[in-house]
């Protein structure tokens, strides 16, 4: 066991921790931890936000990565009219549209679920980036959980910026410019056991290991559990042993860490290709429910940003 802080680790976390950031003038922002996570407070969601107030938000996103706002209650539509503000595409997920029972409603842009006694798995139970399988992953989600537990239920979100900064500079040299297989069907037919429609086959895309965020110009660690089945450049057997301590790197190392707490009408946005994240199913048999609206910009992710679009 160690009991000392990796050198890499002490300087990213200081630079993190001190970077100047601007005061905010129409949100009130406060953090969850040192390295991820926010609560911003001092808006409402089910009005139109000024531009003024949602550039604050977006800088809070891009500073924080992740953010929830609580006390909430917005509507469908107004749920996927906020989304497009950070797009112009709202995703349609491989695993289908959802269905309001009742109203007989179908929203393909609306994804549901409903977690409880009899449910085989929650979504998300697993550290991964939502569908980093599809060509343009998604950029941004933005998630209701519109029932509660009693207790537990969390979602805990990881950093990759500082998952990047905290491996030693000879890993950092080896995986800058390879590139991973991300592979739809290792998520949801291995993990979920579902099937695609007759005819067609799950996404698979290759993205760079270390990508460059097209907001920030910071490198992220873009490799996730559920989704990467293999690095190009390597031997499976080099591929699974550098995988697997990149996995175990970004589950095991909690100063990248935070848990965010849901409660009644609170919202959740985050930054889906610079962090991972994991629906903690502790709650068992009571009840989860949630809705995620997500918005697909039509970048891909790049190693550099002077690189052309169609470059990966």
Known sequence: MSFYRDFNDKVAIEAWN????????TIAVKQLAPTIGAEISGVDLSKDLSDAQFAEVRRALDENLAVIFRDQNISKEAHKKLALRFGTTLHKHELGASRFKGAGEFDPEVLSWKTGRDSRFTAGDGWHTDVSCDPSPIAYSLLRVTKTPPVGGDTSFANMYLAYE????????????LTAVHDGSLAWTAGYGAQPNPGKTYPQ????????????GRKYLYVNAS???????LTRKESDAILDLLNRHVESQLALHARIHWSDNALVIWDNWATQHHAIWDYYPEERWGERVSVVTGEIPRARLDLPQAAE
């Open 205 to 216: 895309t290759e993205h760079p290991v270390i990508a460059t965020h097209p907001r920030t």
């Open 166 to 177: 905290f491996l030693s500079d000879p890993l950092k040299s080896l995986l800058d410019g």
């Open 18 to 25: 001190t970077e100047t950031r601007k005061p905010y003038e």
């Open 227 to 233: 989704f990467t089945s293999h690095i190009v450049q």
